[in-house]
């Protein structure tokens, strides 16, 4: 475990399903972030919570809605998703300076039918 | 626009030969460069954090280096453990908390002995 703890580690959803993605971190890390990761892309940034606030919404689609209820506690929600959303999402955690980097969950494999 | 190219996009070596991976940068002002190393089905897990021209870094059998567009991670004698995707980010905003990043395709790494 890296510190940074992410359920589920797999997910299967049809489009219509409604579902959530965890992540937590008890690191005392101030900022939060969602990262998508394709077969052959980069990772691409989808959110950045800075001290509990969203600073960054990096033109993802409202399908995907971030919830940070507080500086521990990341969430995904999903609802109506496409077959090209299936990808490795993954929840990443950093100190106030990010001089240290990130540290990443393992990821939620997600896989939408 | 900012952007991170890696190369090889994939690299195979014998155990004790030792090579190079390359990060190459675009980005007004560098305020960071991070490397990162991946495990298949786990996420990034952090190596080092380089900020300005000439700075080196080691670790083991790795040593990252950095010029003014370019980032080079050495690996040295690697062995089988050492196979995974490298991936270079750098930093392209700055936030009260926390920074967001941009990454790089990343270099798979395969040793065999």
């Known amino acids: 475990e890296t510190g940074v703890t992410q359920t589920p580690r797999h997910l299967v959803m049809g489009m219509t399903n409604k579902k959530s993605l965890k992540c937590e971190q008890h690191l005392g890390h101030n900022a939060m972030y969602w990262y998508k990761q394709s077969a052959k892309k980069p990772l691409e940034l989808m959110f950045v919570y800075s001290l509990e606030e969203r600073v960054e919404n990096n033109s993802v689609p409202s399908r995907f809605s971030p919830e940070c209820p507080n500086s521990s506690h990341l969430f995904l929600h999903l609802h109506t998703l496409q077959p090209e959303d299936s990808a490795l999402y993954l929840c990443?955690?950093?100190?106030?300076?990010?001089?240290?980097?990130?540290?990443f969950g393992s990821g939620t494999r997600l896989t939408v039918v | 626009e900012d952007q991170v190219t890696q190369s090889p996009e994939a690299l195979r070596l014998q155990e004790g030969e030792s090579s190079s991976l390359n990060c190459s940068y675009t980005v007004s002002g560098l305020r960071g460069l991070f490397w990162y190393r991946q495990d298949p089905g786990k996420g990034p897990e952090f190596l080092f954090t380089?900020?300005?021209a000439g700075e080196e870094k080691e670790k083991e059998r790795l040593k990252a280096t950095l010029t003014k567009k370019e980032s080079f991670l050495h690996i040295t004698a690697p062995k089988p453990e050492d196979s995974a995707t490298y991936l270079c980010a750098v930093i392209y905003m700055e936030y009260q908390a926390g920074t967001a990043l941009i990454f790089g395709k990343g270099t798979t790494l395969s040793v065999s002995s």
């Open positions: 990443a955690s950093s100190q106030e300076s990010g001089a240290y980097g990130y540290t």
């Open positions: 380089l900020y300005s």
